[in-house]
Each structure stands twice: as structure tokens, then as C-alpha cells.
């Protein structure tokens, strides 16, 4: 199987995996907003969504556990907003307006081209090599890059909307990502710092910072986020403040902005928006995962390879291309989805900052922090490497 | 007066960082995720309802199986929104309810008027309506929402009665009383 997979031309091997991973990233977030549904209601008390179910579904035993779960309000959510009549304001600027939701998509599925999801082992060369759809060096660059202009989609959906209060989303959604974008580069440059020896080949490569959390030794397998707890700390603000969570969701907050950029927009195009919100989400943890908390590597100071060796010692069909990089990739996934569920527990713990509040922290707060953090570590890698 | 000055301490570096409340706050949150769910599930699960709710107004027999109600109208008199409508009728001669002197030929209530005050249940002389404990009201038209006299009845059932008026009339009656 994974002979004749690898034998085909790298360009349809590459378009294939690219299908793939969006057609399980966009699933992926519609489950998320059922999720979320979820989640919002156990922690309010309430059992949530748990009534909706296909007729003839419901003769089959034992799925009450699923419509319990909520898993065909997701599907009909998804029916729903495909046959929702598609209300377009007649003030708005259409072009503009139909663009954003786009807009918004287009980068949130485009970074997960750079973002390495697993690792498989690879016999020829006893190595673990990167499952990723474009290995390049550029990495974690890239993903900032592509990622930042779905606050375009943001300010065109508010400004296209003509109207006040998505005007004033798309104004907070575009101040916000400055104040943080700053703090959050800066919080990663440590660890890029501690990846690339000095002399070494520099690499701004994301798989290149899971293989420095995969090294043997104390500080080797050492995740980073015990190593740059501040760093870590910054950029999780950040990330909340960049894919407008709350408690930072001021280009939405609805409570002042009805229901912010998208105030005017419904069915599909509102639902591209959302997917488009999880969709960041993911690449953000993704992200997280894999710069502090070891990417694909179970534990800390245990990464995949040992893990792989040792169960390759029971039986060597771990140790298949194929099977350890599903194993990898079921590993970060797991990984993702708790940080997606910490994403929503948050939500439902506190309360949304006020826009002064927001700016304040971001300029004043944690911009300085994650300076002086940068100074620190500089410092502090150039000591130890030096010694 | 004696005024106590509250000291207002100012926040120490770890509450202005907000982490440990917020990490607090998590705590809280992830307790209630776990906790059983407090919800009714509404359709399968009834709420226990207290005596005196006032739910649909009704109408009820006596223990013997008689209407009560006399169609005196007071009740369509009270009734704020004007959702009852009675037409009194007379009781045939050769029935044994003949005593009672009068029911109402059709007895009428729309619940998209009423506002479940309850005045007709406080104005009713015979007790003869009550607002029960139905409260879930729903109907496919505007027809479906009025309640006639059959309805009526078969909402509200036999209620207790103490007084027995018309078992304590006919016995005057038959003991030669008949001028009460
Ligand atoms: S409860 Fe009030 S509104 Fe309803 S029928 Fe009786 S008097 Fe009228
Ligand atoms: S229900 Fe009571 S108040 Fe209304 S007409 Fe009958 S006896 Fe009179």
C-alpha cells in the first residue's frame, strides 16, 4: 500500500494530501462549533444540543448515545445553512461583501500548508521525516505571514456591510491583531533562538523546533513551554487575542456590537466566518503544540521515536511509514483538541475585556513583557552556549 | 455615628497579573462541567407544579357528575381581555338536573386573550371554574386556541366540593321548601 503511495508523482502525492487535510480541517471545525455548543451548555448546567436525529437512524440501537452527544445537530446545523435563504442587505457593496467570507478561508486553510502534523519513520533512513504538505524553511514565517491577512476578511466584511457596528468590528479586529502580532513574534523568538546553534544551518522550520524538543538529554527533550513558561504564556494571550476568542473577541463582542463584522451576514457566508475562526484556531494551537509543548512527541523527555522503537519491539508493523505516522498524527491531534477545548473553557470562565482594556494589555502589558523576555533569553542561550 | 473606614488593600502583583484568579475561575468552570446536568428535559420530564398555579382556566362537574357553573356570566363580566364568552342556556324540565336553575348552552374561552389572571376564579359563585395546572398551550390556528364547553370539561374534571348546593337544594326542595 505505502510502496504504490510513494511511487506515485510527487505532485498528485502532493494534491492528494492536500484534499486530505482539508477535508478533514473542514469538518474538523464544523465539529468544533458543535463542540463548542457542547461544551458552553455543560459547563452552564444544561445537557445541550441532544435532540436532533435522522428518522430512520433513530431504529438503530444504541445510537441515543450519539444523538445524546449531539453529533446530527452538527449535520443539520451544516443543512441548515446551506438551505437558509440567502438575505442580502441592499446596502451593502456586493462585491466586497461576498469577497470577505472568502477572504476569510483562504489564508485560515492555506496555513496549514506550513504547518508539519506528524512525523513518520523512515526506515531507509532510520530518521523521522516530517508529514507536511511544504517543507519549507521558512516555516513558522510563513504561517504569520498568511495567517495575519484573515484580518482582511475582518475589515472588508465590516466595511463592504455599510453599516455602523461592523464597521466598528472590523476596525477593532485590525488594531487588535497589530497590538498582538507584535508580542506574539516577539514571544517566539526565543525559541528559535535556543533551536538554531550559532554556526549551525539556520532554520526558521517548525519540524526543526519539534526535533530540538526531540534531542536526548535534560534540556534536549525538555519541552519548551517548561523551558520559556513566559514565552508560552505570551503567546497563548496572543493566539486568543489573534483568532478573536474570547475573552478578546472585541470585532464581535455582541454585547456592544450586535454581532460585530458579521452583523449583516447570514447562512453560508456567516458559516464561512466560523469555519474559518476554528479553522485558525487549529493552525494557532498547532502552532502552540508544536514551538512549547513538543509537537507529536507523547510526553516530555519521551519523543515519538522512542516511543515508536519500543513498539516496534513488540511488533515491527509500527514501525510501517504509514502506521507511524498515523500514530503521530493521532497524537498531535489529541494534543490539538485539548487546546481547542481549553480555547472554549476560557470562554466560559471569563468575562470579555473591555476594548480600552484590550489595547492596554497589548501595548503597555504585554509588549514590554515580551521584549524584556526576548533580552532575557538572549542573554541566557548565549550564556549556555557559549559555555 | 461611627463610620468604619474599609481598608482597601491594594492588589498584590499576582492578582494584577490575573493568572491565579483566572486559573481559579477554570477550576470553578471545569467543576461545573463535570457535575450532573441541572436541566428539566421538558417534555419528558414534567416540573412539579405547587397547588394554586394558575394554569388554564377550566371548567369542573360536581362529585355527582353535574355542571356547576349556572352561566351567571359573572366571569365573562370580569374577565379583563374578554376571553370568555357564555351563551346561558336553560335546563330541560324533565332532567334530573332540573333543580339547578340554569348552564351555559356554550362556554366559550380563548387563550390567546387570556392572560391567566384568574378574576373569573375569584368572581365564580359556584366555584365552578378554576385555573388548573396546564400550562403548555399550543394549537396549529386560531380556531384550535379556543376552548369550548366540551374542552372545558374535559380539562378540568371533578374537584372536590364541600358545599354540595344543589344535593342540599334538592332536599329542601323535596321537603315542601320549594320558596328556599
Ligand atoms: S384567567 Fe383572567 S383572562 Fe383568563 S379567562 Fe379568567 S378572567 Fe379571563
Ligand atoms: S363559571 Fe362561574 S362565574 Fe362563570 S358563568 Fe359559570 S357560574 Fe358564573
Known sequence: MSEFYFSLPLLLRLALQGVAVIAVLFPLAGACSMAERKVSAWIQGRPGPSRAIVPWLAWIPGIGFLQRLGVFHFTADGGKMFLKEDVIPGHVNKFYYYLAPLVAVVPALCTVVFVPFGAYWDAATAMMKPIILANTDI????????????????ILAGWASNSKYPFLGGVRASAQLISYELS????????????????????????????????????????????????????????????????????????????????????????????AEYAHMFIGSGVFMILFCGGWNPL??????????????????????????????????????????????????????????????????????????????????AIIERS | MSFK?????????????????????????????????????????????????????????????????????????VC???????????????????HVEKAPEEFDIDM?????????????????IWLQNVFSVSGYSRDEMVNNKQRLYELGGTLPDQHFKWDKKKAAEEAGNDAH
Not at chain 1, 145 to 154: F, T
Not at chain 1, 315 to 339: D, E, Q, R, T, Y
Open chain 1, 139 to 154: 516555516g513558522i514565517l510563513a504561517v504569520f505571514a498568511v495567517s495575519s491577512l484573515g484580518v482582511y476578511s475582518l
Open chain 1, 184 to 275: 506574539m513574534t516577539l514571544s517566539i523568538l526565543p525559541v528559535f533562538l535556543w533551536v538554531n546553534v550559532p554556526g549551525g544551518e539556520g532554520t526558521l522550520s517548525l519540524f526543526a523546533v519539534v526535533e530540538a524538543q526531540t534531542q536526548p538529554g535534560f534540556f534536549g527533550g525538555m519541552w519548551n513551554i517548561f523551558l520559556m513558561p513566559l514565552s508560552a504564556f505570551i503567546f497563548m494571550v496572543a493566539l486568543f487575542a489573534e483568532t478573536n476568542r474570547q475573552p478578546f473577541d472585541m470585532p464581535e463582542s455582541e454585547a456592544d456590537l450586535v454581532g460585530g463584522f458579521h452583523t449583516e451576514y447570514g447562512e453560508l457566508k456567516w458559516g464561512l466566518f466560523f469555519v
Open chain 1, 300 to 381: 516530555p523527555w519521551v519523543s515519538l521515536a522512542d516511543l515508536l522503537g519500543w513498539l516496534g519491539g513488540f511488533a515491527p508493523i509500527f514501525l510501517n511509514p504509514v502506521v507511524s505516522g498515523l500514530i503521530a498524527i493521532g497524537i498531535f491531534l489529541a494534543k490539538l483538541i485539548f487546546s481547542i477545548f481549553v480555547f472554549m473553557w476560557v470562554r466560559w470562565t471569563l468575562p470579555r475585556f473591555r476594548y480600552d482594556q484590550v489595547m492596554k494589555m497589548g501595548w503597555q502589558k504585554l509588549l514590554p513583557l515580551s521584549i524584556g523576555n526576548l533580552i532575557f533569553y538572549a542573554i541566557a542561550i
Open chain 2, 5 to 77: 473606614t474599609v481598608e482597601r488593600k491594594p492588589l498584590t502583583l499576582a492578582e494584577r497579573t490575573y493568572i491565579p484568579q483566572i486559573l481559579g475561575g477554570m477550576k470553578t468552570t471545569f467543576k461545573h462541567l463535570v457535575k450532573p446536568k441541572e436541566t428539566l428535559e421538558y417534555p419528558e420530564a414534567r416540573p412539579a407544579i405547587l397547588p394554586g398555579y394558575r394554569g388554564v382556566p377550566t371548567l369542573v362537574m360536581d362529585p355527582n357528575g353535574r355542571e356547576k357553573c349556572v352561566s351567571c356570566q359573572l366571569c365573562e363580566f
Open chain 2, 80 to 98: 379583563p381581555p374578554k376571553a370568555i364568552r357564555i351563551k346561558p342556556g336553560e335546563i330541560a324540565a324533565e332532567s334530573t338536573n332540573a
Open chain 2, 112 to 128: 390567546l386573550r387570556c392572560i391567566y389572571c384568574g378574576l373569573c376564579q375569584e368572581v365564580c359563585p359556584e366555584e365552578a
